[in-house]
């Protein structure tokens, strides 16, 4: 638990320097002025959008938690907006309470919820890195140029190889993940067993997890609801700048999304402080916004992206009997998924429930 609260103190301080570099050499009077001048219709209609990703989120989990049980969509959907607003309060570490509440209202291992968990953030960040590949051959700066932009072609080549690798080792790994997993299981034997465990159930459940690649049916209803999430993303995006009296393309949106994606991916307190305000201005200004104007748009479009759940979310905490502080403890402890024995019902067959039972072990 010590160590744990260390690791927050160490991310909580990296956002505080982070956001010291963002505010580096801004003329503040001039982005309050920025500030003052937004359009605040249109960055609610910019929230509303981003609440429904949530639900947009919610469905696909449901799909890909199928191989392991069957959550209500009210329960996986109380679990993200949660899930979300933790990552607010506590950076990336307060992740691991999405699969943890889910497991406390639903009889589903918090193993198996973190394998999907994995996925969702494959599927989101190889549908960006796609997407930002693509939107290089689209985008244009002031005037029409395209100079400012051919220094990034190869980085959007690399990202859509990486994409396309790592499409291709989710299949390898699904279609071969049971000799994957007995090499893994006899490899591993030097691992201390309460070590070796989880991280070989992690595994088997991210198995389970990506069998929608072999269900033509999954894997268009996870492709629909992926392209609807960052569909309402791109949205609230391009509203936000509409908010500022900026006209950006479509390819512009993506440009920056997939910019705010890369600073998104920094684990620290107040949902990547810091990082993902930077890499968003930086995004900004390469499309040849100004610096004080780009630094305002970055400032909303985190809110925007990270606050809506907090809005929410204490409709969530009092309806599953949640408190901040406990989701807090959750969250900093050192939580192992452990294997309950299999239960047994009233005709002596093993009874699913037991089967996905949540039992946590807490580490000191």
């Known amino acids: 638990m010590r160590r744990k609260g260390l690791t927050f103190m160490f991310w909580l301080l990296l956002a505080a320097g982070l956001l010291g570099v963002f505010w580096y050499r801004l003329d503040w009077p001039l982005v309050t002025e920025s500030l003052r001048r937004m359009h605040v219709a249109l960055v609610l209609l910019a929230i509303v959008l981003i609440l429904m990703t949530y639900l947009t989120r919610a469905l696909r989990w449901r799909v890909f938690l199928a191989a392991v049980g069957s959550p209500t969509l009210g329960n996986a959907l109380a679990a993200t907006v949660i899930g979300f ?68 072609g190869p980085f959007g080549e690399a990202a859509l190889l990486l994409s396309v690798l790592g499409v291709m080792g989710l299949l390898v790994f699904r279609f071969r993940a049971e000799g994957v997993l007995e090499v893994l299981e006899r490899r591993s034997r030097w691992i201390s067993e309460k070590l070796r465990r989880p991280i070989l159930n992690l595994f088997r459940h991210l198995a389970d997890g990506l069998s929608i690649l072999h269900d033509v049916r999954a894997l268009a209803r996870t492709v629909a609801y992926t392209l609807a999430t960052w569909g309402l993303v791109a949205a609230s995006f391009w509203l936000v700048a509409r908010a500022f009296d900026l006209h950006l393309t479509v390819a512009s949106v993506i440009f920056v999304i997939g910019f705010a994606m890369v600073g998104s991916l920094v684990p620290t307190p107040g949902g990547s402080a810091g990082a993902f305000h930077t890499t968003t201005m930086l995004g900004l200004m390469w499309l040849g916004i100004e610096r004080n104007a780009a630094a305002s748009m970055a400032l909303i479009m985190h809110a925007v992206s990270f606050g809506p759940a907090l809005l929410v979310s204490p409709y969530f905490l009092r309806r599953g009997g949640f408190s901040w502080a406990t989701l807090r403890e959750l969250a900093l402890a050192e939580v192992t998924p452990a294997e309950p024995p299999l239960g047994r019902d009233r005709s002596g067959q093993e009874s699913p429930n037991d089967r996905h039972g949540p039992i946590l072990t807490q580490g000191v």
Do not use: K, Q, Y
Not at 111 to 139: G, K, P, Q
Not at 144 to 150: L, W
């Open 85 to 152: 607003s933790m990552i607010f309060v506590l950076g990336r570490i307060g992740e691991a309470t999405r699969p943890l509440v889910l497991s406390l209202r639903e009889r589903i291992r918090p193993s198996a919820t973190l394998a999907t968990i994995l996925i969702e953030r494959l599927c989101d960040m190889i549908t960006v890195a796609v997407a930002f590949a693509v939107s290089l051959l689209f985008i244009s700066g002031p005037g029409g140029s395209r100079e400012p932009f051919t220094v990034l």
